[in-house]
C-alpha cells in the first residue's frame, strides 16, 4: 500500500506503508544510527516525533523485550528505506512491523530517506505528516497545523504517574531520586548496577517531596522537546541545589542549565545518533557518545561576553565556549564540547554538587565510552 | 598532540609484489601516507620492489628504492638513509615481518631508528597467535580453545584436548597461508607440517574448530592520546571457514542489535590497548556462534589491510591516510574529516548505504586445483559495489565482477542448473565461487530460507533478502513490458540485460522503456555522516531514488574507465596507468571523472580524480555515468580489456573516445583481420590459420607444420591456449575443449586460431606512443624465458642484453610500421619473437600494457602521462618541446633493469609450476643495477627466491634443450655446484666433460630426486619440461621443489641468467634510489 509524507513546507515523499493503519503527525528528525532501532523507538525523548533512520534496513535482528527503554513508544511515526521482513538473530522475539502495528506507530518504508534527511539537514526538522498517499491534502493540512516542539511541555506527559522505586543490585550504596522526565530503562538500570536504590519520581514532583525521601543524589533524566516549558522542574531542581547532589542527563542537562539561570535554544536539526564526538575539556579525551535532543544549553548567556561566530568550513574550537559563566549557584564550567558543531555537551558546577551532560552515557543505544560517568555521580552521592 | 619534532625522516616499506593474500590495496594505503606524511614535510625514504605501484613513483618519496624488501637490503637502505624513524604498518604482513628481523638483528638499535605506528612488542603480540590469546584471556576477552605447538608431536597432544576437526593456524601470516581443517590425524599432520613450514617463527596453534560461526571484522583507529574510534564493521556472507579474504563481505553489518554490536566494538578497542597498538589502525576478526551469541576474537592485524582498505572505500574515512597523521604525532581529534572538512576525525562513519565486496577467483587458470574455498585464501581480486540496500549492492557487486553475470538471478549467460534440489543442497554445503548463484537456484527451486541458510551458513536474514531478488524476478516476468515494475526492479539492483531476459527483449529497449517511464539512474554520495553534514566529497554511487546528488556537468570533463576487479592478466599495472591519466589530465586542465569498482586500488581514491563513481564497468552504468558527466572524452585505452571492450557500445552511443578508434581496437584484436594487415605492411607474422571445425583444424596445422599454437578465439587472455606438436595432440586437445565447454563449442561462428609455434625463439615486448604521424618507442624489451611462455610470466630485461642492434633496429621500425599501419593515437604494445635473427610478430595492443609501469620507471619516462597528452591531442614533438619527452630515446645511463614475474605456486602446490602460453603470475618485481646479473639477482631476491652461490643442484633436461643446457652446466660447476642428474641427462652432461652425480628416478630407487629435495639435499632445481607431456617425474620434482621452498628453473635461458646473476652475488651492493638512476640517466 502506497504511502506519503508531506512535510510542513509541502514537500511530498512517497513509500509503502508499515506498522500501524491511519495518519501520524509531527516533528520529522533523523538519526543517524546505524544500530538500536528498537531503543530508539522505545526513547522517550521523541516523543512527538516522527523518526527517520537513515541506515537503510531496519529490522533486521527482530525486535525482544530487553532491548525497550519505555513500556511502550513514545514517538509518532517511523520513516525507514528498507524494512526487513524477516528478523534473525538470536535474541529475537518478533518481527519489527508487528511491533510497530501493536504499538500503534504509523510507519513508512522505501523512502528516500537520504533525500529526506538532506532536507531536514538544509531546512531544519519540521512538522510532517505520515499516512495513505490518496490522503495528501489531509496530511498537508495536518502539518501546516502542526504547532512544532518549542513551547510544549511534553516531559510532563511522558513522565511516570506515580513514584517507584528501584533496588539496588547487589548491596545498596545510596539512595538516589530520579525525575522521570522520559527516562529510558537502561539509566536506571546503570544507576542499579553501581548499588544505586532508586526513586523514580514524576515530573512535577516538588523539592521538598524528594528531600522527604533523605535520598543521598537526585537524577534528572533524559526526555522530549524544549526544556524552557518545564517549569515544575526546573523550580523544583533550583531548590535542590545545594542541598544534594544533582546529575543530570539530556533534557536533565538543559533544565539544570536553565535553573542555573541559563538560556536553552532549539538547534536546526538536533543530533541525534551514535557517532558524535565529544572533547572531556578536562583532559581532552574524546568520546563518542549517543545523543537524541533537539535543544542546547547556552551558557554565554551567563556571561557578559557576545558569543563568537562559528568559523565557517574549519573544525569548532574550544572558544566557541565561554571558559566559565557564573549563574544563580556560582560559578559553571563547561565540561564536554561536541566537536562536530562546537556546542555545550556537559557542565559542572564549582559552588554546589551538580553536574551534567547533554549526550547519553548510558548508550542503549550507542557506544559505552561514556559510561564512566554514573562512576562519577556514585562518587559525588557516597 | 600536535605533529612530533623531534623526528624528521620516515622510511615506509611497502609490500613487494602483488601475491593472493598481500594485493594492491597496500599501494592505496602506502601511497595515501606517503603523500600526506610528505605534505607534512617529512622527508620520506621508500623501499618497495615492485614496479607497477603508484608508491614507488619517483615524485612520490623523497628517495625510493625499487629494492628487494628483505633483511639485509632494508638495512643497507638504512645505512645510506639513516632515516629517525620507521612505519612498518602500511606494507602488509611483508613489512611487518622484515621489521621484526631487522629488530632482533639490531639494526634499529645501531642505527637509532624508531619505530612508530606500532613497535615490536606489539607487532608480536598481535602476530605470535600464543602470545595473543594470553594477552585476551588477561582482559577477559574470549577466544577459541587452543594450544601452540611447534613440532608435530605436540599438535598430536594437542588435538586429543580441542578435537576433530581442529583448525590449524600458523603465526605471522597472510591470507591464510598454511591454515587448514584437520578432519582425522592424517590431515593433521600434513596441515601441521606446512603450516610450521610458512610461520616464520615456526609456530602453529592448534585450535577448536568454530566452523559455520558467523564471522565479522571490525576497524579500529587509536591515537596517542588513547582515543579510539571504529571505522566500520563488516560482516561475512560465508561464515568461519571461508577466509575473510574469500568471503561475500557486507559493510556495515546487519545482523548484530546494538548490545550485541556495542560489546564487540568495547572488546575491538580492549584488544588495541591490550596488544599495545600505540597509534593507527588494526583489524580485529570475531566470530559469533549464531545459536547462542557466544563471541570469541579470532585474530587482530596490528596494521593497514585489505580489510582496512575496504573499509576505507566503504566510508570514505582514510584510514591509511590517518594512520600515517596518528603515527607523527597528531591526534584523531586535531585532524580535520576531508570530506566535511568542518568535522573532526575523532567519530564514527555512518553509513546510509550498503557495501558488498565479492572475490574474484580464477581457479580456471590452475586446472588442477578444486574450486572450493577453505582458511587459505585463494581470490585474486575484488570487486565492491554500493547500493542504498543489500540486494541492490549483491547485484552490482556480481556484475562488477566481470564473470560474464549481470545479476544474481534472471540471468541470459547463467548454465541452467542441473539435478534436483536435494542435490543442490548438497553441492551447497561446499563453499565454492558459484556457491551464492547456486544458494538463489535453489530458492528458486523452492527451497526455503531456513534450509539454505541450514547448509551454506549464510545467516537467514541475507538468504531473506536473496529471496526478495528471486520474488522479484518472478513479478517481473509475468509482468511483461509493464514500467511500474521498472522502478523495483532497479531498485533491486536489476540491470537492464537481466529485466530484458525476463522479458525477452533487448537491453536497449528496457532502457527505452525505463527513460520513457522516468525510471533513471540517480546518484549519491559518499560523505561519512549520512547526509548529516554538508560534504564536499566527489565520491558517487549510483542508486534509483528521488533526488541525484551529482553535480552538474562542467566542459572540460574527461572520464577514465578503470580496470575492474583484479585478474591474472589484468591487475595493478593497468591502475597505475589510469591513475597517471587522472594526474596528468588535471595538471592539463582538465576535471578527470574515474569510473571504476576495485576498492583496493589508487584510482579508486577519491583524492586521485576530480569526481570518483563507483560503479560496474558495464555499458549500462558507464553510459549513465557518460550521460551525467557530458564529457568531452572518455579514455578507454588504459585499463585493459574491461575498458577496451566497452568501446564498442559507448562509440555506438555517440560517446568520443579518446585516442586509438574502436574502430582500430577490434582491427587489433581480431587476429584474422591484423594478419591481413600485416601482409599488407609487409610485417612478417607466423604462418596462421582459421579453422571452424575439427578436420579444418588437423588441415591447417598440417599446412602450416607442427608445432602449432592453437587458441580458441572465443575465450580473451590467453586462456585455453595450446602448443601442439602433433596431430594426435592436436585431437586430443580439440576433444578437451569440447568438454571445458560441456559441448557448447561454436566453432564455427567463434573459430580456432591455430598459428606456428616459434620454438625457441626470443620474445620481445616493445611499448610506444603514437601520436598520428610519429611514433615514440618508449622501451624495448628482451625477455629472460622463450617464446612460448606467456610475456605476463617471463621476466624481461631491459634494454635487451642479447639482441643484436641490428635486430632492435629492425623492431623498432616495425613497431613504427604497425603504429602508423593501426592508425594508434595513443599507447601501443606490440610483442615479437626473434628467431635466428628473423623478427616476427606476434600479437599488437593498441592500448596500456603490463609494462608501461616497469618502462617508466626504468627509463623516468611516464608512458601512460604522455599517452594521455596524445590523446587529448598534443603531439609527440610539441611534448618534446616542452621538455616531457626527452630529446634523444632515454638510455638507462649503463643499468640493466630486470622485470621478474612473481607466481602462486607456493599457494597452490597441487598445481605443476611449468610455464605456458597461459599467464598464471599475480605480480611482479623489478630489479635495477649496472650488470644484468646483478639486476637479476635482485630481482629473485625480491620475488622471493634464495638461490645459494653454491650448493647441490639437480638438472634435468628435455631433448631440445640438452645442446644449451651443456653451457648452463658449466657455469653452474664453475660456480662450485655438484650437479645431480638422471640417466638421460647425466649421461648427456658426462660426455660433455660435467662431473655428475647420478640418481635414481622418481620413486625407483634410494637416490629419490623427490625424497632428495624433501630432506634438504637439493639446493636449486633445473627442470625443463618437454611441451605438453609435462607430467610424470618432473612434475612431482617441480611440486616437491614448491612445497620446500626449493628453488626451481623451468627454461634454460633462465637458468643461465640465474647463473649469472649467482655470479654477481645477491647485488645488493648495487643498492641505490630510483632518483640517482634517473638524475644518471638524464646527465
Ligand atoms: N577456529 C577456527 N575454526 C574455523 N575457522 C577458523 C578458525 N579460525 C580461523 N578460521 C577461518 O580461517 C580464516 C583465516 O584465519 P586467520 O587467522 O584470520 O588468518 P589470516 O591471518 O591469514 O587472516 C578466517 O577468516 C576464518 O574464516
Ligand atoms: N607464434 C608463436 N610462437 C611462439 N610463441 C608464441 C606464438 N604466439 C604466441 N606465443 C606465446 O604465447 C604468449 C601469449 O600469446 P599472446 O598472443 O600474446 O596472447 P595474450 O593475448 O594472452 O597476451 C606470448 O607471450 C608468447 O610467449
Ligand atoms: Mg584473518
Ligand atoms: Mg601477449
Redesign the interface.
Known amino acids: 500500500m502506497s504511502g506519503a509524507l508531506v512535510l510542513a513546507d509541502g514537500t511530498v ?1 512517497t513509500g509503502e506503508r508499515i506498522g500501524a493503519r491511519g495518519t501520524a503527525v509531527g516533528e520529522v528528525v ?1 538519526t ?5 532501532y ?2 530508539i523507538l522505545t526513547d522517550p525523548s521523541y516523543a512527538g516525533q516522527i523518526i527517520t533512520m ?4 531496519i529490522g ?2 527482530g525486535v ?1 523485550d ?2 525497550d527503554q519505555a513500556g511502550a513508544p513514545a514517538c509518532r511515526g517511523l520513516i525507514v ?2 524494512l ?8 529475537a522475539e518478533g518481527e519489527l512491523d508487528d511491533y510497530l502495528e501493536r504499538h500503534d506507530i504509523v510507519a513508512l518504508t522505501g523512502l ?4 529526506l ?2 532536507h531536514l ?1 538544509t531546512a531544519g526538522a519540521m512538522a510532517g505528516a505520515i499516512g495513505s498517499d490518496r490522503d495528501v491534502r489531509v496530511l498537508r493540512e495536518l502539518a501546516a497545523a502542526h504547532g512544532g516542539m518549542s513551547g510544549r511541555d511534553l516531559a510532563t506527559e511522558v513522565t511516570c504517574d506515580g513514584s517507584t522505586r528501584v533496588p539496588a543490585a547487589g548491596r545498596p550504596r545510596a539512595h538516589v531520586v530520579a525525575y522521570d522526565l522520559g527516562m529510558k530503562r537502561d539509566i536506571v538500570s546503570q544507576l542499579s548496577a553501581r548499588g544505586m536504590e532508586v526513586t523514580v519520581v514524576p515530573a512535577g514532583t516538588p523539592a521538598a517531596a524528594v528531600l522527604a525521601e533523605r535520598p543521598d543524589g537526585v537524577f534528572l533524566s533524559n526526555g522530549p522537546g524544549d526544556p524552557e516549558p518545564v517549569h515544575a522542574t526546573i523550580a523544583a531542581v533550583r531548590d535542590l541545589l545545594g542541598r544534594v547532589p544533582v546529575f543530570g542527563i539530556c533534557l536533565g542537562h538543559q533544565i539544570l542549565g536553565l535553573a542555573l539561570g541559563a538560556r536553552t535554544y532549539k538547534l536546526p536539526f538536533g543530533h541525534h ?5 565529544v ?1 572531556r575539556l578536562s583532559d ?3 568520546e ?1 557518545t549517543s545523543q537524541n535532543h533537539g535543544f542546547a544549553v547556552d551558557l554565554w548567556t551567563l556571561t557578559r561576553e557576545d558569543p563568537p561566530v562559528p ?6 574550537g574550544p572558544r566557541l565556549l565561554p571558559t566559565a559563566a557564573v549563574g544563580r549557584f556560582g560559578r559553571i564550567r563547561p565540561t564536554h564540547q561536541n ?2 558543531d562546537g556546542t555545550l555537551e556537559g557542565l559542572a558546577c564549582d559552588d554546589v554538587a551538580a553536574f551534567s551532560v547533554q549526550y547519553h552515557p548510558e ?6 565510552d561514556a559510561l564512566g560517568l554514573f562512576d562519577e555521580f556514585v562518587s559525588a552521592v557516597t | 598532540m600536535p605533529r612530533r619534532t623531534d623526528i624528521d625522516s620516515i622510511l615506509v616499506i611497502g609490500s613487494g609484489p602483488i601475491i593472493i593474500g598481500q594485493a594492491c590495496e597496500f599501494d592505496y594505503s602506502g601511497t595515501q601516507a606517503v603523500k600526506v606524511l610528505r605534505a607534512d614535510g617529512f622527508r620520506v625514504v621508500l623501499v618497495n620492489s615492485n614496479p607497477a605501484t603508484i608508491m614507488t613513483d619517483p615524485e612520490l618519496a623523497d628517495a625510493t628504492y625499487i629494492e628487494p624488501i628483505t633483511p639485509e637490503a632494508v638495512a643497507l637502505i638504512i645505512a645510506r638513509e639513516r632515516p629517525d624513524a620507521l612505519l612498518p604498518t602500511l606494507g602488509g604482513q611483508t613489512a611487518l615481518n622484515v621489521t621484526m628481523a631487522l629488530a632482533e638483528s639490531g639494526v634499529f638499535d645501531e642505527y637509532g631508528v624508531e619505530l612508530i605506528g606500532a613497535g615490536v612488542d606489539a607487532i608480536e603480540a598481535a602476530e605470535d597467535r600464543g602470545r595473543f590469546k594470553e594477552i585476551m584471556g588477561s582482559i577477559g576477552i574470549a577466544c577459541a580453545r587452543s594450544h601452540y605447538v611447534t613440532s608435530i608431536e605436540a599438535a598430536l597432544g594437542a588435538v586429543s584436548d580441542v578435537g576433530y576437526p581442529a583448525m590449524v593456524r600458523p603465526s605471522y601470516i597472510l591470507g591464510g597461508g598454511g591454515t587448514g581443517l584437520a578432519h582425522d590425524e592424517a590431515q593433521l599432520r600434513s596441515i601441521v607440517a606446512a603450516g610450521l613450514d610458512t610461520s616464520p617463527i615456526g609456530e602453529v596453534l592448534i585450535e577448536e574448530s568454530v566452523m559455520g560461526w558467523k564471522e565479522f571484522e571490525l576497524e579500529v583507529m587509536r591515537d596517542r592520546a588513547d582515543n579510539a574510534v571504529v571505522i566500520c564493521s563488516i560482516e561475512n556472507l560465508d561464515p568461519m571457514g571461508v577466509h575473510t579474504g574469500d568471503s561475500i563481505t557486507v559493510a556495515p553489518a546487519m545482523t548484530l542489535s546494538d548490545r550485541e554490536y556495542q560489546e564487540m566494538r568495547d572488546e575491538a578497542i580492549a584488544c588495541l590497548r591490550a596488544v599495545g597498538v600505540e597509534t593507527g589502525g588494526s583489524n580485529v576478526q570475531f566470530a559469533v556462534d549464531p545459536a547462542t551469541g557466544r563471541r570469541i576474537v579470532v585474530e587482530m592485524n596490528p596494521r593497514v589491510s585489505r580489510s582496512s582498505a575496504l573499509a576505507s572505500k566503504a566510508t570514505g574515512f582514510p584510514i591509511a591516510k590517518i594512520a600515517a597523521k596518528l603515527a607523527v604525532g597528531y591526534t584523531l581529534d586535531e585532524i580535520p574529516n576531508d570530506i566535511t572538512g568542518a568535522t573532526p576525525s575523532s567519530f564514527e562513519p555512518a553509513l546510509d548505504y550498503v557495501v558488498v565486496k565479492i572475490p574474484r577467483f580464477d581457479f580456471a587458470k590452475f586446472p588442477a586445483l578444486d574450486p572450493v574455498l577453505g582458511t587459505s585464501m585463494q581470490s585474486v581480486g575484488e570487486a565492491m559495489a554500493i547500493g542504498r540496500t543489500f540486494p541492490e549492492a549483491l547485484q552490482k557487486g556480481l556484475r562488477s565482477l566481470e564473470t560474464g553475470r549481470c545479476g544474481l538471478v534472471a540471468d541470459p549467460s547463467a548454465e541452467a542448473t542441473t539435478g534436483t534440489l536435494t542435490e543442490l543442497l548438497a553441492r551447497l554445503a561446499i563453499p565454492s565461487p558459484e556457491r551464492i548463484f547456486s544458494a538463489a537456484d535453489a530458492l528458486q527451486m523452492g527451497a526455503s530460507v531456513d534450509e539454505v541458510a541450514a547448509v551454506t551458513g549464510y545467516d537467514p536474514w541475507f538468504v531473506d533478502q536473496m529471496l526478495e531478488i528471486v520474488e522479484v524476478a518472478a513479478e517481473v516476468a509475468t509482468s511483461r513490458e509493464d514500467p511500474t515494475w521498472l522502478r523495483t526492479a532497479k531498485r533491486y539492483g536489476f540491470s537492464d540485460a537481466q529485466i530484458a531476459h525476463l522479458w525477452e527483449i533487448g537491453a536497449d529497449e528496457v532502457t527505452a522503456l525505463r527513460s520513457a517511464a522516468g525510471v533513471m539512474r540517480t546518484y549519491k554520495t559518499v560523505d561519512t555522516c549520512a547526509a548529516e553534514f554538508e560534504a564536499a566529497t566527489p565520491y558517487f554511487y549510483g542508486t534509483f531514488e528521488d533526488e541525484n546528488e551529482a553535480p552538474v556537468a562542467g566542459d572540460r570533463t574527461v572520464i577514465v574507465l578503470g580496470s575492474g576487479p583484479n585478474r591474472i592478466g589484468q591487475g595493478i599495472e593497468f591502475d597505475y596507468c589510469c591513475v597517471h591519466a587522472t594526474l596528468e589530465l588535471a595538471q592539463a586542465g582538465y576535471e578527470p571523472v574515474m569510473v571504476n569498482c576495485n576498492p583496493e586500488t589508487v584510482s579508486t581514491d577519491y583524492d586521485t580524480s576530480s569526481r570518483l563513481y563507483f560503479e560496474p564497468l558495464t555499458p549500462e552504468d558507464v553510459l549513465d555515468v557518460v550521460a551525467q558527466e557530458q564529457p568531452v572524452a572518455v579514455i578507454v585505452q588504459l585499463g585493459g580489456q574491461t575498458p577496451l571492450s566497452l568501446s564498442v557500445p559507448l562509440e555506438a552511443a555517440g560517446v568520443p573516445i579518446a585516442g586509438t578508434t574502436p574502430e582500430a581496437i577490434a582491427l587489433a584484436e581480431d587476429r584474422e583481420r591484423f594478419a591481413a594487415l600485416c601482409d599488407e605492411l609487409a610485417v612478417p607474422q607466423p604462418a596462421s590459420g582459421t579453422a571452424r571445425n575439427p578436420h579444418e583444424a588437423e588441415q591447417v596445422a598440417m599446412g602450416i607444420g607442427f608445432p602449432v599454437l592453437i587458441r580458441p578465439s572465443f575465450v580473451l587472455g590467453g586462456r585455453g591456449m595450446r602448443i601442439v606438436d602433433n596431430v594426435d595432440e592436436l585431437r586430443d586437445y580439440v576433444g578437451s575443449l569440447y568438454a571445458r565447454t560441456h559441448g557448447e563449442m561454436d566453432l564455427a561462428n567463434e573459430p580456432l586460431l591455430i598459428d606456428r609455434f616459434l620454438e625457441s625463439a626470443i620474445e620481445v615486448d616493445v611499448d610506444a606512443i603514437c601520436d598520428g604521424s610519429e611514433v615514440y618507442i618508449g622501451g624495448v624489451m628482451e625477455h629472460v624465458e622463450q617464446a612460448g611462455i606467456h610475456s605476463g610470466d617471463s621476466a624481461c630485461v631491459i634494454p635487451p642484453p642479447t639482441l643484436d642492434p641490428a635486430v632492435v633496429k629492425e623492431i623498432e621500425e616495425l613497431t613504427i610500421r604497425l603504429a602508423h599501419g593501426l592508425e594508434v593515437c595513443g599507447l601501443l604494445n606490440i610483442q615479437f619473437a626473434v628467431k635466428d635473427g628473423e623478427v616476427w610478430v606476434i600479437e599488437a595492443n593498441p592500448r596500456a600494457s603490463r609494462t608501461v609501469p616497469f618502462v617508466s620507471k626504468a627509463t623516468g619516462v611516464p608512458l601512460a602521462r604522455i599517452a594521455t597528452r596524445v590523446m587529448m591531442g598534443d603531439s609527440i614533438a610539441e611534448l618534446r618541446a616542452a621538455g616531457l619527452l626527452p630529446t634523444t630515446p632515454p638510455a638507462l645511463a649503463g643499468r640493466t633493469a630486470i622485470k621478474e614475474a612473481v607466481l602462486p605456486w607456493k599457494r597452490f602446490p597441487a598445481e605443476d609450476r611449468v610455464l605456458g602460453p597461459e599467464m598464471r603470475a599475480t605480480g611482479e618485481v623489478m630489479g635495477i643495477a649496472p650488470t644484468v646479473g646483478a639486476a637479476y639477482a635482485k630481482a629473485l631476491r625480491a620475488a622471493g627466491h634464495v638461490v645459494p652461490t653454491s650448493g647441490t643442484v639437480f638438472i634435468s633436461l628435455n631433448d631440445a634443450d640438452k645442446p644449451e643446457g651443456i653451457r648452463l652446466a658449466h657455469r653452474l660447476a664453475d660456480l662450485g655446484y655438484r650437479i645431480l642428474a638422471t640417466h638421460g641427462t647425466a649421461g648427456h652432461l658426462a660426455r660433455n666433460g660435467l662431473d655428475v652425480t647420478h640418481v635414481d628416478k622418481v620413486g625407483e630407487g634410494p637416490w629419490d630426486p623427490v625424497r632428495l629435495i624433501e630432506d634438504g639435499r637439493i639446493d636449486l632445481v633445473i627442470n625443463t619440461p618437454s611441451g605438453t607431456r609435462a607430467r610424470g617425474d618432473g612434475s612431482s620434482i617441480r611440486q616437491a621443489a614448491t612445497r620446500h621452498n626449493v628453488p626451481c628453473i623451468t627454461t634454460v635461458r633462465g637458468g643461465r641468467l640465474l647463473a649469472e646473476s649467482l655470479r654477481a652475488g645477491g647485488g645488493l651492493d648495487t643498492v641505490a634510489s630510483l632518483q640517482s638512476h634517473h638524475a644518471r640517466a638524464s646527465d
Open positions: 515523499l533523523f543517524t544510527a546505524m544500530t538500536g528498537q531503543e537513515t541506515a537503510p534496513h533486521n535482528y525482544n530487553a532491548d528505506r528498507a526487513s521482513r524477516r528478523a534473525s538473530n538470536h535474541r528516500d530517506t537520504r533525500r534527511t538532506r539537514r545518533g551514535g557517532n558524535h564526538p572533547r581532552g579525551r574524546v563518542i568559523p565557517v568550513g574549519e573544525m569548532p566537536l562536530n548508550a542503549a543505544p550507542g557506544p559505552n
